[in-house]
């Protein structure tokens, strides 16, 4: 069975009115898993049903888990104490902007995203555990762009590279592997990993002349003893499903089949549809779909099928729901 970790309390991270990383983002996902006949939401949560508008499948294909907020030790395996303190602190006054105006928090901000960083952890350990063969978690704020010292792009934490070092050190894994296909270059997770070589980063994004953060050039393959364990992969525009599709087959495989991973953690962003607003790319829902089922094959062949798969970003809310049961779908 596929796992899904998510919280109706994730809808009160508040970042404010017309911010494109929004409470509705979850009602979304939810509303398609639930409407595709996948999910159904415990009984603890009919309030949350009603919101929705929806009602609950009698037999689900996910099994549905809600997190607990994360340790705070964990922050520790990527992130500065200053970093902490100061989201701390900015929340504990009732919240503020974190970076250049597009990561803002309110008092819970910090809460939230211990939360979120949570369900990743409690996702690794589901398929870790043998719970679940596979597992998504849709959290948020999401990850992939907040650095050891720097929250930013919508991100306070690196939940993707935590999640990487928590597998490693609570489990004896040697070797992660982390794909990430949000529209955006991750960042953050490649300023926390790109000096270790037992976590091999791949980036697929909008190149970096033309879409946020400006970096994830092809030229940024990692540091010292881990130099060539980071591989940056850019598109120009308009890029869709035939490009995305002959990279996976030509050139991440490869990558992945020579590392050999034992754990693939998968930084699911979705904002490269071609019906995102915050990109210029053109893939569709089926493209994700074959795109996951590609990586899953790799994931069977080299780990024992263990597949932990982050929501990062997707801000058109249909395209986002529609993508979501299809990368699900792929991972049955």
């Given at each position: ?9 994730f ?9 494109p ?7 979304a ?10 999910l ?51 929340c ?12 803002p ?40 762009h907040a ?5 930013m ?12 070092r928590h ?31 037992s ?9 970096p ?22 591989l ?14 002959h ?86």
């Amino acid at each position: 069975m596929i796992g899904f970790v998510s919280s109706p309390r994730f809808i009160e991270h508040d970042t404010g009115p017309h911010h494109p990383e929004r409470a509705d983002r979850i009602r979304a996902i939810y509303r398609a898993l639930i409407e595709s006949g996948l999910l159904s939401l415990p009984d603890p949560f009919p309030d949350f049903r009603l919101r929705l508008g929806i009602r609950p499948v009698d037999r689900p294909a996910v099994k549905y888990d809600e997190p607990a907020p994360a340790g705070e030790d964990l922050l520790l395996l990527c992130h500065t104490p200053a970093h902490v303190e100061r989201i701390r602190h900015i929340c504990s006054i009732g919240g503020g902007i974190l970076d250049l105006g597009d990561t803002p928090v309110g008092r819970n901000g910090h809460e939230m995203a211990m939360l979120s960083l949570g369900a990743a952890i409690r996702g690794c350990d589901a398929v870790m555990r043998g719970e679940v063969r596979r597992c998504f978690v849709a959290a948020r704020p999401p990850g992939h762009h907040a650095e050891p010292d720097r929250a930013m792009g919508f991100c306070l934490y690196s939940n993707a590279a935590i999640a990487a070092r928590h597998v490693q050190r609570a489990y004896g894994v040697q070797r992660v592997a982390i794909v990430d296909f949000d529209v955006h270059h991750g960042n953050g997770t490649q300023a926390c990993l790109e000096d270790d070589a037992s976590i091999h980063l791949i980036s697929l994004h909008q190149h970096p002349r033309t879409c946020y953060p400006g970096s994830g050039h092809e030229w940024e393959i990692g540091v010292g003893p881990a130099r060539g364990y980071t591989l940056n992969i850019p598109f120009d525009p308009g890029a869709g499903d035939e490009e995305y599709l002959h990279v996976i087959d030509t050139r991440v495989i490869p990558e992945l089949d020579e590392f050999k991973p034992q754990v693939l953690l998968l930084s699911a962003g979705f904002d490269a549809h071609r019906d995102d607003p915050l990109a210029q790319m053109n893939l569709s829902d089926e493209g994700f779909e074959l795109m996951t089922r590609m990586l899953v094959s790799v994931a069977d062949h080299h780990c024992s099928g263990r597949v932990i798969s982050l929501l990062e970003g997707g801000y058109n809310l249909a395209a986002l729901g529609r993508s979501v049961v299809r990368h699900l779908v792929a991972m049955e």
